[in-house]
């Protein structure tokens, strides 16, 4: 039987502490607040207990944030969408951020195994002065355990709207995209790390950020399959593909931590969770 589950997360100030409060059905949930850089900003882990999605499955997230709150949202392993029997797998995320509020929103990378039907939608939603940093990584089967992406299709859907749209639609057997030089060359990790803002981004300030991003990859192993960009005056984007996930979490994890220190001048203080 499928499951459909959702996740209603919402950050609010009490003092000088942003706290956490949450409601859910189904098997989607935060673990404890954790406050290991202080009271300002809250860390949660979101878990999904059965590990993973089949076809029929739906996740549902919401994240609100109010004004002058500070939250970051990991996972402790990966999303997982597995073989369907024809439905769809589907997780919707969906981000709402009010005047100065910030977040992090940090997931663990999305796996897609051999004959999933899936589809993974984020949606930004940012009121004037509301700022993100977020990252979609996603892995195309597991090739060091021997299971290529050979079937079925994912979709990925990054959107704020009105403002910046980025959609791939990944089929297996579609060679040209899978193999080939105009498409992903024979990687089969692909991942994007973006800071979003509700107001345009000051041009200095966004000139020292795309000039930090480029000057972690340039010494990166990556440095040939990375890129940065602005593609709109809210947003910017770094790019890579890779042969596999760990190298490009690895460079999207020092470009955050660069990011985070120029951008709201607070040191990287990575996820507990991440060092288990």
């Given at each position: 039987?499928?499951?459909?589950?959702?996740?209603?997360?919402?950050?609010?100030?009490?003092?000088?502490?942003?706290?956490?409060?949450?409601?859910?059905?189904?098997?989607?949930?935060?673990?404890?607040?954790?406050?290991?850089?202080?009271?300002?900003?809250?860390?949660?882990?979101?878990?999904?207990?059965?590990?993973?999605?089949?076809?029929?499955?739906?996740?549902?997230?919401?994240?609100?944030?109010?004004s002058g709150t500070h939250g970051l949202i990991t996972t402790p392993g990966a999303t997982r969408f597995y073989r369907s029997q024809g439905d769809r797998a589907v997780q919707k995320s969906r981000i709402t951020l009010e005047e100065g509020a910030r977040l992090e929103w940090l997931p663990l990378e999305n796996i897609a195994y051999s004959g999933c039907l899936a589809e993974n939608r984020l949606q930004l939603n940012l009121t004037g002065g509301?700022?993100?940093?977020?990252?979609?990584?996603?892995?195309?089967?597991?090739?060091?355990?021997?299971?290529?992406?050979?079937?079925?299709?994912?979709?990925?859907?990054?959107?704020?709207?009105?403002?910046?749209?980025?959609?791939?639609?990944?089929?297996?057997?579609?060679?040209?995209?899978?193999?080939?030089?105009?498409?992903?060359?024979?990687?089969?990790?692909?991942?994007?790390?973006?800071?979003?803002?509700?107001?345009?981004?000051?041009?200095?300030?966004?000139?020292?950020?795309?000039?930090?991003?480029?000057?972690?990859?340039?010494?990166?192993?990556?440095?040939?399959?990375?890129?940065?960009?602005?593609?709109?005056?809210?947003?910017?984007?770094?790019?890579?593909?890779?042969?596999?996930?760990?190298?490009?979490?690895?460079?999207?994890?020092?470009?955050?931590?660069?990011?985070?220190?120029?951008?709201?001048?607070?040191?990287?203080?990575?996820?507990?969770?991440?060092?288990?």
């Open positions: 039987m499928p499951w459909h589950a959702q996740l209603q997360i919402d950050y609010c100030a009490e003092a000088s502490r942003t706290v956490a409060r949450y409601q859910h059905t189904g098997p989607l949930r935060i673990l404890k607040s954790l406050y290991p850089e202080g009271d300002a900003i809250c860390h949660n882990v979101l878990v999904h207990p059965p590990g993973g999605l089949v076809g029929g499955d739906t996740l549902d997230i919401h994240v609100h944030a109010a509301a700022e993100l940093i977020g990252w979609d990584v996603t892995a195309l089967g597991l090739p060091n355990a021997n299971l290529p992406f050979e079937q079925g299709r994912f979709l990925q859907h990054i959107e704020m709207p009105g403002v910046w749209l980025e959609r791939g639609h990944i089929d297996a057997t579609d060679l040209r995209l899978m193999d080939s030089p105009l498409g992903l060359a024979g990687h089969r990790c692909t991942a994007s790390l973006f800071f979003a803002a509700g107001s345009p981004i000051e041009r200095n300030r966004k000139q020292r950020v795309l000039d930090a991003a480029r000057d972690v990859m340039a010494s990166h192993d990556l440095r040939g399959t990375a890129g940065v960009t602005s593609p709109n005056p809210q947003v910017i984007v770094l790019r890579v593909v890779a042969p596999l996930v760990e190298s490009a979490m690895h460079g999207l994890r020092q470009v955050w931590a660069v990011w985070r220190s120029l951008l709201w001048d607070t040191s990287a203080s990575s996820p507990r969770i991440w060092s288990t």
